[in-house]
């Protein structure tokens, strides 16, 4: 067996810590090196990774010589500046967790980034490779004859706690519309295989966060909207966000309809917050209702349960992994999931945002 594939993880949190449980599944990989800042993280950290390094600063991390891939999870407001740090000391694979950036000011840093990197970018964008998602995308042209209509709708709870509370604020998480939904506009490109050309979108802060006060001041989160996309190819698609809906059977529907039928994945939430009174958590599935023969068919998508255990995301993150070290090890020649891909999403989520405060039909053409 060859040497082990080790990684460089930079960010500890909420979301660093299900990548360190995931990786420790993963067939002949090990965490070679850590920076975290924060002490709390680090101790939980150390308990997934317990022979990791644990460093002082980025450029330490850096100095560690058998690392082969890196892992960027910190605050998202921190994703572009680490990016240039590594190209000007250490290039090397990345998986950086999305948002790619967070404000239209970034644009250029990160076209700068784009074009003078030498190593392969991986921008992790989950919701792809979550198993009834993945079985939608492989079954939607099929089903549908050609998508014209696409709805995601995640009915989810709020935003959970997180180190220093960076999640709070749009200036620090990109708001609610990318910091959260980033993934599902992603979906509605890869769906469609298409490109957005206008935005429009109404939301707000009606339930949550209304009392919380932090040394940045009053939370701005939005907790609640509707945007809808038109895309070059013809089709439309909508997200409908709820972040105060978490008593509901499916946290994410995902429903693509056309001229032959339609089809729908309907995914749960994480199996910790799911009340332990009713039993099982639900299974995931996907429904698929042809015109001609008229009736709906139903199919179980199971996740495996030590997947589910590693994770909130449905065992999205285990299998993103398996494909990214398939690019460190050099067996598949470029990443699934590109810089285009994270800048795209990101765009059309600030897209939507503009949308809701500005009270205006947004065209991608002004932001791209």
């Given amino acids: ?90 290039p090397l694979p990345v998986l950086v967790e999305k948002p790619l950036f967070t404000s239209l000011d970034d644009r250029a840093r990160l076209a700068a980034f784009e074009a003078t990197y030498p190593a392969p970018v991986w921008v992790a964008m989950e919701y792809r490779y979550m198993p009834p998602i993945a079985t939608f995308l492989r079954d939607a042209v099929d089903a549908t004859g050609g998508i014209k209509m696409l709805t995601v709708r995640e009915h989810r709870f709020p935003f959970l706690e997180k180190v220093d509370d960076w999640n709070r604020f749009d200036a620090k998480s990109g708001g609610t519309f990318v910091e959260k939904c980033c993934h599902f506009f992603d979906l509605m490109r890869l769906t469609l295989g298409s490109e957005p050309v206008r935005v429009m979108a109404s939301g707000g802060q009606d339930a949550n966060h209304l009392d919380e006060r932090y040394s940045d001041g009053v939370p701005d989160i939005l907790d609640n909207g509707y945007v809808i996309v038109d895309f070059s190819c013809g089709a439309r698609a909508m997200l409908e966000l709820c972040m105060f809906a978490e008593g509901a059977e499916y946290q994410e529907e995902v429903t693509a309809i056309g001229p032959k039928g339609k089809i729908e994945a309907f995914v749960p939430g994480p199996g910790r917050f ?33 997947l589910l255990e590693a994770g909130d995301h449905n065992g999205s993150t285990f299998y993103q992994h398996r494909k990214f070290l398939e690019l460190v090890r050099g067996t598949r020649p470029t990443p699934e999931v590109t810089l285009k891909d994270g800048r795209m999403a990101v765009l059309m989520g600030l897209a939507a945002q503009i949308s809701i405060k500005e009270h205006r039909v947004v065209e991608m053409s002004e932001l791209l």
């Fill in 1 to 90: 067996m060859s040497d082990p594939i080790t990684y460089g993880i930079i960010g500890c949190g909420m979301m660093g810590q299900e990548h360190l449980r995931n990786i420790a599944l993963l067939d002949n990989t090990r965490v070679g090196a850590i920076y975290e800042p924060n002490p709390a993280m680090r101790e939980i950290s150390a308990q997934f990774a317990p022979d990791a390094i644990f460093t002082d600063s980025i450029e330490d991390l850096m100095k560690i010589g058998d690392l082969d891939c890196l892992l960027i999870a910190s605050p998202n407001f921190r994703h572009l500046e680490q990016l240039e740090l590594l190209a000007r000391t250490r």
């Fill in 274 to 306: 799911w009340p332990e009174h009713l039993g099982a958590a639900p299974v995931p599935k996907v429904v698929t209702s042809l015109r001609e023969p008229r009736g709906p068919v139903e199919i179980e998508v199971p996740v495996d349960p030590d």
